[in-house]
T-cell receptor, first 118, second 116 residues
Framework: AQKITQTQPGMFVQEKEAVTLDCTYDTSDQSYGLFWYKQPSSGEMIFLIYQGSYDEQNATEGRYSLNFQKARKSANLVISASQLGDSAMYFC???????????????FGKGTHLIIQP | NAGVTQTPKFRILKIGQSMTLQCTQD?????MYWYRQDPGMGLKLIYY???????DKGEVPNGYNVSRSTTEDFPLRLELAAPSQTSVYFCASSAVLSGPYQETQYFGPGTRLLVL
């Protein structure tokens, strides 16, 4: 079974500062993918960034980067130069590779509520 | 493209009633999913489908049924609604795996369900 742990229920960050959201995972799969989603107060789920377990470089997407440390089983999201619009819930999720290339869904953490203060 | 659409946006059900949550995607994705999100929690997988005519259970399937007669549609059926099914329901879709984990799941806007 897979498990995602997000240990920060909530965070307050000053605007323009960088912020790191923690995510650790547990899986017995050799190959897997890690995802971060943003959920603003309006409720939709917005894909931010993806990291494959065999990717040698950390993923980056604009102001988002993923600090992937495979040995420590961590996949922290880093947001540079935070903006007021970054205030939202952030979910870390993963998906493993099952024999036969199954398409099971994502396993989500409980999320971190990020509030950016002016 | 509209992406993933869900109807209704909000619904109140009485205990014991039934309803169908609709989900449609126009991206020609083979894989589709239903999740539920309880207050203060992450999403949990209810059912998923790898193509028309093929469905399988996720982590929390009890009390739900699905069907997949077309690539585009993946309705979720609630029979005998219970208060424990009060939640926000998200439908998602993704493309066929073309490489290990390169696909991304795209989510609909969600359906908020209240069972009283």
């Amino acid at each position: 079974a897979q498990k995602i742990t997000q240990t920060q229920p909530g965070m307050f960050v000053q605007e323009k500062e960088a912020v790191t959201l923690d995510c650790t995972y547990d899986t017995s799969d050799q190959s897997y993918g890690l995802f971060w989603y943003k959920q603003p107060s309006s409720g939709e789920m917005i894909f931010l960034i993806y990291q494959g377990s065999y990717d040698e470089q950390n993923a980056t997407e604009g102001r988002y980067s993923l600090n992937f440390q495979k040995a420590r089983k961590s996949a922290n999201l880093v947001i540079s130069a935070s903006q007021l619009g970054d205030s939202a819930m952030y979910f870390c999720a993963m998906r493993g590779m099952y024999s036969g290339g199954g398409a099971d869904g994502l396993t989500f953490g409980k999320g971190t509520h990020l509030i950016i203060q002016p | 493209n509209a992406g993933v659409t869900q109807t209704p946006k909000f619904r109140i059900l009485k205990i014991g009633q039934s309803m169908t949550l609709q989900c449609t995607q126009d991206m020609n994705h083979n894989y589709m999913y239903w999740y539920r999100q309880d207050p203060g929690m992450g999403l949990k997988l209810i059912y998923y489908s790898v193509g028309a005519g093929i469905t399988d259970k996720g982590e929390v399937p009890n009390g739900y049924n699905v069907s997949r007669s077309t690539t585009e549609d993946f309705p979720l059926r609630l029979e005998l609604a219970a208060p424990s099914q009060t939640s926000v329901y998200f439908c998602a879709s993704s493309a066929v795996l073309s490489g290990p984990y390169q696909e991304t799941q795209y989510f609909g806007p969600g359906t908020r369900l209240l069972v009283l």
